[in-house]
């Protein structure tokens, strides 16, 4: 089993940046992938990025605003998220999952954090 708990959500003013942590707990989680994805409300979730064995992987509408990245430990991942704008407004998840995988399909990763709400205002 694989715990997984999100941090760093909030509201913050389009053209500003957070940092979302993840901090994974159990036996295996520092060799699973990593990743990141986000919902907002009516829409489907979507893969925002992922790591796993140092190779990270981003969808096309990140355009150099993120960066994932990982501890030493392998234990926490972070989603730095800059030039953030309302349209990013979401609930953000991590999920971890035993790699080889299909990064971009969420349906690949068995594990997922509760989520963190991030808000961005215009």
């Known amino acids: 089993q694989v715990q997984l708990v999100e941090s760093g959500g909030g509201l913050v003013q389009a053209g500003g940046s957070l940092r979302l942590s993840c901090a994974a707990s159990g036996r295996t989680a520092s060799s699973y992938a990593m990743g990141w994805f986000r919902q907002a409300p009516g829409k489907p979730r979507e893969f925002v990025q992922a790591?796993?064995?140092?190779?990270?992987y981003t969808a096309a509408f990140v355009k150099g605003r993120f960066t994932i990245s990982r501890d030493n430990a392998k234990t926490t991942v972070y989603l730095q998220m800059n030039s953030l704008k309302p349209e990013d407004t979401a609930v953000y998840y991590c999920?971890?999952?035993?790699?080889?995988?299909?990064?971009?399909?969420?349906?690949?990763?068995?594990?997922w954090g509760q989520g963190t709400q991030v808000t961005v205002s215009s």
């Open positions: 790591i796993s064995g140092g190779i990270t």
């Open positions: 999920a971890a999952g035993p790699p080889p995988l299909d990064y971009y399909k969420d349906y690949n990763y068995e594990y």
